[in-house]
């Protein structure tokens, strides 16, 4: 099984045969403030949230309304206000945070090996057109990726990126040959440990001329593929050490051939990246048509909870002083040293499915309710009734990273959890 357990790549061939079975396996939730939210005033009393209800979010110095993109007007629309508080948060652009100091180490080992020749890009909207991050990779139109079911849109022609993949080609057309895109990129999953809705890549892409492998005698794919493992092979031992690492064949749609690296930690094999030599049509469609290039997608999260020992994805949006204290500029790969463990709550809940369900559906209306109070969500049983009735029972893991819940707290969520889950999926309730 190739999909990362923290979301990084998800076009490969055996990603897809998986998910086209429906038995969908990714991501978990959220809720903390961000210093450039604009908040609207405060809900009343009687309505508690776990996260803010943000009225407008500011994204590299453009606002974008809440009602632009949350919207009841678009049957398309899937954004919920949880995710939308997240657009403009930029975790990766805090020096101090695990994924800032990850992405600065990276851009060290870029700057060092490659003269300070790659562009860096870390302010582009996530907000971006099916265009850019479907059909400009070349993501076929039956794909599964680009279902409601996974992604987020606005409106039928408008996507949160679920990769930082969407950038590629146009920044290629706007002139650039060696760039670094890092960002926010929005899934929609499953919950546990390992999966959040929203998560961190960085994107590197590197075009070369005739001469550059006209020199070599070599043949340019292979040049290019060449190039790219060394390149991120010295990337992995600035990053790991000296670690074992191995090269996996796989599939995207953007590259050809395209490669997986996985290295050894603590005992087994774990899947760090994808990437590939491009596929000649994304270059020609920027009149590169003479050229080679090779790319690769990495998920931060992922490097980072293996780096720094942080045992979940969920902590990466702490505003708690004992998770955001422990990290200092520039120091990678400082231990985190967890404050506390404290009990969870098991909850299961039992209902009759539709045709229409789905578990990403149902675990957004968890985290609608629950945020990161919900650190995982697993169906624990399912059987079919002489009548053809589908049953499924969820079991809802309730567990505080920062205090003990109470049990009235729980009563409450799994309730509301009940009745939304009625009113919004179509299912019935056993
Ligand atoms: N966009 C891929 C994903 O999110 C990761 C990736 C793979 C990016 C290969 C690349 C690449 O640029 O060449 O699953």
Not at 250 to 262: A, D, R, W
Request: aromatic share 12%; proline share 4%; glycine share 6%.
């Amino acid at each position: 099984m190739t999909i990362f357990s923290v979301q990084s790549t998800i076009f490969t061939r055996a990603s897809l045969a998986i998910l086209s079975t429906n038995g969908l396996k990714r991501f978990s939730f959220a809720s903390s403030f961000s210093s450039n939210a604009l908040y609207s005033s405060p809900l009343p009393k009687t309505k508690k949230r776990r996260f803010p209800i943000v009225s407008a979010v500011d994204i590299g110095g453009v606002t974008i309304a809440r009602n632009d993109v949350v919207r009841d007007d678009d049957p398309t629309n899937n954004v919920p206000d949880s995710i939308f508080s997240k657009l403009g948060m930029q975790l990766h652009r805090r020096d101090k945070h695990p994924l800032g100091i990850l992405k600065n180490a990276i851009y060290d080992y870029f700057d060092s090996n490659y003269a300070k020749q790659f562009e860096k890009f870390e302010d582009l909207s996530p907000i971006v057109t099916t265009k850019q991050n479907f059909d400009d990779v070349l993501v076929p139109a039956d794909h599964v990726s680009r279902s409601l079911n996974d992604t987020y849109y606005v409106d039928s022609e408008t996507v949160l990126r679920c990769h930082t993949s969407a950038h590629q080609a146009e920044l290629l057309r706007d002139g650039h040959r060696r760039f670094l895109v890092t960002g926010d990129v929005y899934r929609r999953d499953s919950i546990d440990s390992t999966h959040y809705p929203v998560f961190h890549q960085m994107e590197g892409f590197c075009v070369f001329s005739p001469e550059d492998w006209n020199e070599s005698g070599k043949d340019s794919t292979l040049y290019a593929a060449e190039d790219l493992k060394k390149c991120l092979e010295g990337l992995a031992r600035h990053l790991f050490g000296g670690v074992e690492m191995r090269w996996v064949d796989t599939y995207f749609p953007f590259t050809e051939p395209s490669f997986e690296l996985e290295i050894y930690f603590k005992e087994d094999w774990l899947e760090v990246l994808g990437c590939g030599v491009t596929e000649q049509r994304i270059l020609k469609q920027s009149g590169l048509e003479n050229n080679v290039a090779w790319a690769f997608g990495l998920g931060l999260e992922r490097l980072a909870m293996v780096l720094f020992d942080i045992p979940d994805i969920r902590l990466f949006w702490s505003d708690d002083e004992r998770f955001t204290s422990q990290f200092k500029k520039g120091e990678l790969g400082v231990k985190f040293k967890p404050f506390s463990k404290y009990p969870p709550c098991y909850k299961d809940i039992s209902f009759w499915i539709s045709e229409s369900f789905t578990e990403n559906n149902f675990c957004e209306v968890v985290r609608g309710i629950a945020g990161d109070l919900v650190e995982e969500v697993k169906l624990i049983d399912s059987f079919t009734n002489k009548k053809g009735m589908t049953s499924h029972c969820y079991r809802i893991v309730f567990r505080s990273m920062e205090r003990s819940l109470t049990d009235e707290e729980v009563n409450d969520l799994q309730s509301k959890v009940r009745d939304e889950v009625q009113r919004k999926l179509n299912v019935e309730l056993r």
